[in-house]
C-alpha cells in the first residue's frame, strides 16, 4: 500500500504551519501523529495534496495541569506520555483510565490526543473523554485563537468545525470544582480493535452529592454522543442504585447505535447501559471504601 | 575413538536443540521474498475488482500508460491472446487469471501494472477505469441453491447451476438402519465460518525471464515448489528443465502458500514481455480477500446412541461454500478433503456422509489452513457433535468419550468410514488431561460458583486425525503421487549436506532433519547443512503442509541416512579389514564384533569413501531416496479449556488450557512444543474473534487488520502442555505429525467450554467465532445462535 | 549517499520533487533523496538494504515494521521518510554489536520465541523499548508490551519467556551497584 504523491512542509512556527494551511485552499491535511491519516493515505482513502508535518513545532508536547486545575493538553503530546502520565492518574481517572486503551502500545508512541479529537472518528476513544470532561480545544487561525467545546468541535463522523487553515493547538480540561471521579469502559475483542462500543464517565462530587456529570459515548453513532441527559440525572444527587440505573437507561437511550459486524445496535445500547453502571458503581464502592 | 556417542549431546533425536534458522532471523538477515533486489526489476500491482459479480463491459487502460514509470498494462484480454487468461487450479477446476468477461467475487484481479518502482504501480492501478454492469450477488449456500439463482461460472461448457460436485462416502444403508434401532438420535447444525490463515508475509514472486538462456526462474512464496513448477510447464507450455522455482525464507504459510495464484502468473508473463525481472508483492488486503481462505462448511450432524452411551452411527451432511472458482487445495480424490476421518478415534460401527459443494460470488480457496484437508472441520464437528450427544443423553462428557473411543488393544482399527487407524492410547491421554486439569474439582467450583452468578465452562476436544499424505495409492495433487525425498550427500571430512523436496516456513526443518540425520548417522547435527526450496537442486517433493513433513519427508531423511549407512559400512569393512557380516554399528562408529576397540567412526569411513575405497566400490558417500508412508500417522490430541462467562456482557475469558499430545516420537521436543501452542492459538483465534464473512453486496468484511482480527500476546491465554508416546508402528523413527494437531482439535474446547458455561439455558449451540454479541444474544433470548457470523442490518 | 532509486535507472520521473533526508541510522548517518510520499519502512528496506524492517500489514496493526524512534517503538510504515529527517532510528540491524549478540536475540534463540522469523525484528525492537523502561517486568507487562506486535506461528508463550530470559540476564549482567 503506497500513497498517492503530495507535497510536504514541515515547518517550524505555527504561523507558517497556518499560512501553508491557507495555502492549501482545503486540500491540506496536518500531520501529527499520523496513526490514522498515514494509513487511509496508504489505503488511498485520503489523498490530500499537501501534507504539513506540525512535529517540528516545538513546546507542544505538553501536558500540564495549572494551579486552577485545569488539564492542558498540547497538540503534540502522544498517548504514551497520557499514559505514563503521573498526573493524570492522580488528578484525572476518566482520561487515566482512557489512555492505555488507545490503539496498541507502539501505535501510542506516536498518536496524540489532540490529532484523535480531530480526526473525529465516531469510534474514537478521546472525544468521548474529553466531552464527558466538558473539554475544549484551542484553535489557532490567522486572526487569532479560539476556544471551542468539543461537543460542538466534532461534527460529524470524520468532520470537525475547523477552518481550513486553522490547527488546534491544545485541549483543555476545564478545572473541576470538587472531588474527581469517574472511569472509561469500552469493548474491544483484541487490543488496537475498534471499540464495538464504549462509556466515559466524569464526575465532580462533593462528599456523596454529584456536582457535575459529564458522559460521553463512544461507537455508538454517527459522532460521540454527548449523552446530557444520562448526566443530567446525577447532577445534584448521590449515586443510589436507582439513580445510577436511571442514568445507564438514559444513556442506553442516548446511544445510535447501528448494527455491524461488531454487534447488533441492541447489544451495543446493551453495552453502554452496562459500562456507565459499571463504573458509577466503581465509584460508590471507592467512597464507601474510604468512609 | 571407542566410546559410542552422547546422542542429546551431538543434537540428535530428543534434543531441544536451539534452531539453526534463528541465527539469520534473530539478525534480520532472513531472505524473504521482498528482501530479494534483482538487477533491472520492475514492481508489478494488482487492480482488483470492488464488485463481487459483474460483467465487465471495457476497461481503458491508457491513462495508466501514460504515467512515466509505467511499463506495462496488462489486462484479461492480453491474457487471453497467450492463451493465460484462466489457470487450472489444484481441484480440477478452471480460475481466471486475469478476468475477460465478468468478476466474480470481490478482490478478483482484473488488471495489473508493472513500473519502476510500487508506488508508480499503483498510481498506475488507480488510474484505469473499469465499466462494470452489476449482476446478482451470491454469498451462501442457500441463495447459490435456489432455483432462480444465476450461473455463477457461465465459462463452464456443462454449468447449468451452482454446484461445484456432489460426493458421498460411508455406508449408507448400514447407517440407515442403525438409526432406526437408536435409542436417542442427538442433531445438531453447525457452521464453520469462513477463515483466512494470514501469515505475517503476505504471498509474492519475483519472475526473471532470461531471453538469451530461455530460462525462467521464479522466486515465490511456496510451501510446495515442485508442484509449482510441474504446473508451470502445463499451463505457460514451457519446458518444465527450463523452469526453476526458488522459495525463500517463508514468513509463514499455514496452506495459504500451497496454491497457485494469478499474481505468480502475471508476474511471469510480465517478466517475459519486458524482459525485465518482476517482483510483485501482495498487500494484506489482497492476501485476505483474494487468496485461499479455509473453511465455510455447514453440517446437519446425526448421532444414533444406545441408552448407555454407545454411538451405533454417524449421519454428516456437509454444504461447503468454495466461492467463485473450486480451488481446494487436496489430493484430488476426495472432494471435500478427508472430512470423512471425522470420528477416527471412536468405536463406530456404521457411518455416511454426503457433501455438496457450491458456487459463490466470493473468494476462491477452501486450502487446508493447518489442516489435513478439511480435518479441521472434520473433528470441530465430531467434537460439538459429541459433546451435544452427552448433553442430550446427560451424561458425563469424559465418561462419554471414554465408552466410545477405541481401545488401545484394538488396532489397527478401521475407523466407520474406511481409514485404517493404526496406534493410540486414547483413554490415557484423556486421563492425564482431565488429572491436570482438575477435572472432579473444577466440576465442583463450577457449581458453586453458579450459585452465586458466575459462569465457568469446561470443554473437552479429543481427536485423532490423520497427518501426513500420502500413501501413493490415494493421494495426489493434480496427478502427482504423494510421496516425498531427500538427498544426503556426506563430504569427504564427514560434514553433509542434505536436502529435502519439503520446504520449510518455520517449522525448524533446518534443525529438525539434522537431527533425524544424527540419529541415524551419528554425525554431530553442527555439521550438517539442510536445504529446501531451490527446485534446480532440491529432490522432487510435494512440499510442505497438511503436517506431512515429518510423516513423509522426514521418514525420507531416516531412510536416506540409512541407504549412506549401507555403503559406509562397506568402507568399514575395508578399514578394518573384515567382512561386513562381522561389523557393528553403535552410534556414529562401526566396529569389530569380536573386538568392541577395533573400529572406525563415520567420519573416516567419509574419509575413505573420497580417498581410499575398496576396488570395485564406487567413489563418494552420498545417496537419494523417494519415500511413499505405507499408510498416514495418526496422532492424537486432547484439549481442554476452562472458561469463564461474563453474564452481562457475554465475553469470555479462558481461565485455563490444557493441551495432551501424542505425536509419537519426538524428533526435537522444544520445536514440537512450539507447534503445539502456535496451533493452540489459531484454535483460539477461530473461536473467539478470526472470521471472514460478506455482506448481502457481496463485500468482504475482513479484507484488513483492522476488521480481521488475530489475537495479540495480551488476549492469547497461557498453555499447559503435556505429552504421551505412542510410537508410529511404520515411521522409520517412530514420530507422527503434530504441526496441525492443535488448530484441528483446538477450537471444540473452546466452544464445548463456553457452551457447558451456559448448561441449563437452553442452549445447545452458538456457532464460531463466540463474538460476545452471539454469546449475549443465546443467552438472554435462550435460544441457539447458529449460521455465517452476521453482518448484522438495522432493516 | 543513498537513494530509494539508486536502482533504477530513471530515478522517480522528471517533476517529481524529492527531499533530502539525513537519519542516523543504527549510529550511522545516512543521506537519501526521498519523495515526500516514501515511508520509513520503504527507506530503510529499498534504500538502506536494511531489510530486517519488514511489513505485514497496511494499517498499523501488525508492528513487523516495528523500529526505534529516538529510542521509542514506532511503526515504521506508519510513518514518512521525511519525517525521520534529523531522527535516530534503530534496527533489528543495529540491535547487536559485531561481535555480540543483544540478550534479546539470544533469550528468542534459547527460548524458542521464534518459528518464521517475520515479526521477530519487531517483536524484539519493542521487547527493547520495554526493557529500557522497564527492566525487571513481569509476565503480564511483557504480554501488554508486546500487545501491538501481532505473531502468527508461536502463541506469544515463548516470546514472552524470551523477553523475562533477557531480562534476567540484562540484570545479570549489569554489575551491582558499589562493584
Keep these: 500500500m503506497y500513497p498517492s504523491r503530495f507535497r510536504y512542509e514541515a515547518p517550524a512556527t505555527i504561523e507558517e504551519v497556518i499560512d501553508l494551511l491557507h495555502d492549501g485552499g482545503g486540500e491540506a491535511k496536518v500531520l501529527a501523529g499520523g496513526q490514522s491519516l498515514i494509513p487511509l493515505m496508504k489505503l488511498r482513502f485520503a489523498a490530500p495534496e499537501l501534507v504539513v508535518d506540525i512535529n517540528r513545532l516545538a513546546g507542544l508536547d505538553y501536558h500540564r495541569v495549572d494551579p486552577d486545575g485545569s488539564i492542558h493538553v498540547g497538540a503534540l503530546c502522544r498517548h504514551a506520555d497520557l499514559e505514563r502520565s503521573v498526573l493524570l492518574s492522580s488528578k484525572q481517572p476518566t482520561m487515566a483510565e482512557a489512555a492505555p486503551l488507545i490503539a496498541d502500545p507502539i501505535v501510542r508512541t506516536r498518536g496524540t490526543l489532540v490529532g484523535s479529537l480531530c480526526h473525529a472518528d465516531p469510534q474514537g476513544d478521546w472525544a468521548a473523554v474529553v466531552t464527558a470532561l466538558g473539554g475544549y480545544v484551542v484553535a489557532q487561525g490567522r486572526d487569532g485563537r479560539r476556544t471551542i467545546p468539543v461537543d460542538e468541535f466534532v461534527s460529524g463522523p470524520f468532520q470537525n468545525v475547523l477552518a481550513y487553515d486553522e490547527i488546534v493547538v491544545e485541549a483543555v480540561i476545564p478545572p473541576p470544582t470538587g472531588t474527581v471521579a469517574g472511569g472509561y469502559l469500552k469493548l474491544e475483542r483484541r487490543v488496537g480493535d475498534f471499540a464495538t462500543a464504549g462509556s466515559a464517565v466524569a464526575l465532580e462530587l462533593s462528599g456523596d452529592v454529584v456536582l457535575r456529570a459529564g458522559i460521553a459515548l463512544t461507537g455508538v453513532g454517527a459522532s460521540t454522543i454527548n449523552a446530557t441527559n444520562s448526566a443530567a440525572v446525577l447532577t445534584g444527587r448521590a449515586l443510589t442504585s436507582e439513580v445510577i440505573g436511571e442514568a445507564a437507561d438514559l444513556a442506553a437511550v442516548a446511544a445510535q447505535p447501528k448494527s455491524d459486524h461488531r454487534g447488533s445496535a441492541e447489544y451495543k445500547r446493551h453495552l453502554v447501559r452496562t459500562f456507565v453502571e459499571r463504573i458509577l458503581t466503581r465509584v460508590t464502592e471507592t467512597q464507601q471504601r474510604a468512609a | ?795 | 549517499m543513498t537513494s530509494l532509486y539508486e536502482e533504477i535507472a530513471d530515478g522517480p520521473g522528471e517533476g517529481v520533487p524529492v527531499r533530502r533526508v539525513m537519519i542516523t541510522v543504527n549510529g550511522e548517518r545516512r543521506t537519501a533523496d526521498v519523495e515526500p510520499r516514501l515511508l520509513l519502512a520503504h527507506l530503510l528496506r529499498q534504500g538502506l538494504k536494511l531489510t530486517g524492517t519488514h511489513t505485514g500489514c497496511d494499517t498499523s496493526n501488525c508492528g513487523a515494521c516495528t523500529v526505534l524512534f529516538d529510542g521509542k517503538p514506532i511503526k515504521s510504515c506508519t510513518m514518512l521518510a521525511a519525517q525521520a529527517d534529523g531522527h535516530e532510528v534503530t534496527t533489528i540491524e543495529g540491535l547487536a554489536s559485531a561481535s555480540e549478540l543483544h540478550p534479546i536475540q539470544e533469550g528468542f534463540k534459547d527460548e524458542h520465541g521464534l518459528q518464521c522469523g517475520f515479526c521477530t525484528p519487531g517483536m524484539m525492537l519493542a521487547a527493547k523499548a520495554l526493557l529500557d523502561e522497564n527492566p525487571d517486568p513481569d509476565e503480564d507487562e511483557v504480554r501488554w508490551a508486546l500487545s501491538g506486535n501481532l505473531c502468527r506461528c508461536t502463541g506469544y508463550q515463548n516470546i514472552v519467556k524470551s523477553v523475562l530470559w533477557a531480562a534476567k540476564k540484562m540484570h545479570a549482567d549489569t554489575p551491582a551497584d558499589g562493584n
Design chain 2, 1 to 795: 575413538m571407542t566410546q559410542a556417542l552422547d546422542e542429546i549431546k551431538i543434537g540428535g533425536m530428543g534434543a531441544s536443540r536451539r534452531r539453526v534458522e534463528d541465527n539469520r532471523f534473530i539478525r534480520g538477515r532472513g531472505n524473504y521474498i521482498d528482501d530479494i533486489v534483482l538487477p533491472g526489476m520492475l514492481h508489478m500491482e494488482i487492480l482488483r475488482s470492488p464488485m463481487a459479480h459483474a460483467r465487465i463491459r471495457s476497461i481503458d487502460t491508457s491513462k495508466a500508460w501514460d504515467i512515466p514509470g509505467v511499463r506495462l498494462v496488462l489486462t484479461g484480454e492480453m491474457m487471453a491472446a497467450r492463451n493465460l487468461a484462466w489457470m487450472p487450479t489444484l481441484s480440477y477446476d478452471t480460475q481466471a487469471v486475469l478476468a475477460t468477461d465478468k468478476v466474480r467475487f470481490q478482490g478478483q484481479e482484473v488488471a495489473c501494472v508493472i513500473a519502476d518502482d510500487p508506488y508508480i504501480a499503483k498510481d498506475g492501478c488507480d488510474a484505469i477505469v473499469v465499466d462494470y454492469e452489476p449482476l446478482p450477488v451470491i454469498v451462501n449456500p442457500t441463495q447459490a441453491l435456489a432455483t432462480d439463482a444465476p450461473v455463477i461460472r457461465d465459462d463452464k461448457v456443462n454449468q447449468h447451476d451452482n454446484v461445484a460436485f456432489d460426493w458421498e462416502v460411508g455406508d449408507k444403508e448400514g447407517t440407515d438402519r442403525a438409526f432406526e434401532q437408536a435409542h436417542l438420535v442427538s442433531k445438531i447444525k453447525l457452521h464453520y465460518p469462513r477463515s483466512h490463515p494470514s501469515p505475517l508475509e503476505c504471498c509474492g514472486s519475483i519472475a526473471d525471464f532470461d531471453r538469451a538462456t530461455s530460462k525462467l526462474t521464479v522466486y515465490m512464496t511456496s510451501q510446495a515448489p515442485h508442484i509449482v513448477r510441474a504446473a508451470v510447464a502445463m499451463v505457460a507450455e514451457l519446458p518444465e528443465h527450463m523452469i526453476r522455482i526458488v522459495s525463500p525464507d517463508l514468513g509463514g504459510g499455514f496452506g495459504n502458500k500451497v496454491p497457485i495464484y494469478p499474481g505468480y502468473v502475471m508476474s511471469i508473463l510480465a517478466s517475459i514481455l519486458t524482459e525485465r525481472p518482476v517482483k510483485w508483492i501482495e498487500d494484506r488486503s489482497g492476501n485476505l480477500i483474494s487468496t485461499g481462505f479455509g473453511r465455510d462448511v455447514y453440517l446437519d450432524g446425526e448421532l444414533a446412541l444406545r441408552e448407555d452411551g454407545k454411538i451405533l452411527a454417524v449421519r454428516m451432511k456437509t454444504t461447503s461454500d468454495h466461492g467463485a472458482f473450486f480451488a481446494d487445495a487436496q489430493p484430488s480424490k476426495f472432494k471435500i478433503g478427508l472430512m470423512h476421518s471425522a470420528f477416527a478415534c471412536y468405536d463406530i460401527p456404521y457411518a455416511h456422509l454426503s457433501a455438496r459443494g457450491v458456487y459463490t460470488t466470493k473468494a476462491p480457496g477452501g486450502v487446508a489452513y493447518r489442516c489435513s484437508f478439511r480435518v479441521t472441520e472434520a473433528m470441530f464437528f465430531q467434537e460439538r457433535m459429541v459433546q451435544a450427544a452427552a448433553d442430550d443423553l446427560g451424561m458425563d462428557q469424559a465418561e462419554f468419550r471414554r465408552i466410545n473411543f477405541v481401545r488401545d488393544d484394538d488396532f489397527p482399527h478401521r475407523t466407520p468410514y474406511g481409514f485404517l487407524t493404526d496406534s493410540g492410547q486414547y483413554a490415557k491421554c484423556l486421563d492425564v488431561g482431565l488429572e491436570a486439569i482438575g477435572y472432579a474439582e473444577f466440576l465442583k467450583e463450577k457449581e458453586e460458583a453458579r450459585k452465586r452468578g458466575r459462569l465457568l465452562g469446561i470443554g473437552i476436544s479429543t481427536m485423532t486425525e490423520p497427518l501426513g499424505a500420502g500413501n501413493s495409492r490415494e493421494y495426489d495433487i493434480l496427478g502427482i503421487k504423494m510421496f516425498d525425498s531427500a538427498e544426503l550427500r556426506v563430504h569427504m571430512t564427514g560434514k553433509a549436506i542434505l536436502r529435502t523436496g519439503a520446504m520449510n516456513q518455520g517449522q525448524g526443518h533446518q534443525t529438525t532433519w539434522a537431527q533425524i540425520v544424527a540419529h541415524e548417522l551419528g554425525l554431530p547435527a553442527d555439521d550438517i547443512t539442510v536445504e529446501e526450496g531451490d527446485t534446480d537442486t532440491a529432490p522432487f517433493g510435494m512440499g510442505t503442509y497438511a503436517s506431512r513433513s515429518t510423516p513423509v519427508a522426514g521418514a525420507a531423511v531416516s531412510m536416506v541416512s540409512r541407504k549412506v549407512k549401507a555403503k559406509a559400512r562397506k568402507l568399514a569393512a575395508h578399514l578394518l579389514e573384515v567382512s561386513e557380516e562381522d561389523i557393528e554399528w553403535e552410534l556414529g562408529r562401526f566396529y569389530v564384533r569380536s573386538a568392541r576397540d577395533r573400529g572406525v567412526s563415520i567420519q573416516e569411513c567419509a574419509m575413505a569413501a573420497y580417498s581410499n575405497m575398496p576396488d570395485g566400490l564406487e567413489p563418494g558417500l552420498e545417496a537419494n531416496a523417494y519415500y511413499d508412508p505405507p499408510n498416514l500417522t495418526w496422532p492424537f490430541g486432547c484439549y481442554i479449556a476452562t472458561v469463564e462467562v461474563d453474564p452481562v456482557t457475554g465475553v469470555w475469558d479462558v481461565l485455563r488450557v490444557v493441551a495432551v499430545d501424542d505425536c509419537g516420537v519426538r524428533i526435537n521436543p522444544m520445536i514440537v512444543e512450539g507447534q503445539i501452542m502456535g496451533g493452540l492459538t489459531e484454535a483460539y483465534a477461530m473461536a473467539n474473534m478470526q472470521f471472514i464473512t460478506f455482506d448481502a453486496e457481496g463485500n468482504c468484511v475482513g479484507s484488513n487488520f483492522m476488521d480481521y482480527l488475530i489475537p495479540s500476546a495480551w488476549e492469547t491465554p497461557g498453555y499447559e502442555l503435556h505429552e504421551v508416546v505412542t510410537p508410529c508402528p511404520h515411521h522409520p523413527i517412530g514420530a507422527k505429525g503434530v504441526g496441525e494437531c492443535a488448530t484441528v482439535g483446538g477450537p471444540a474446547a473452546f466452544v464445548n467450554a463456553v457452551i457447558d458455561a451456559l448448561k441449563g439455558t437452553g442452549v445447545r449451540n452458538i456457532d464460531m467465532p463466540l463474538l460476545p454479541d452471539r454469546v449475549y444474544e443465546a443467552l438472554t433470548q435462550k435460544h441457539d445462535v447458529s449460521g455465517a457470523p452476521p453482518v448484522r442490518t438495522d432493516n
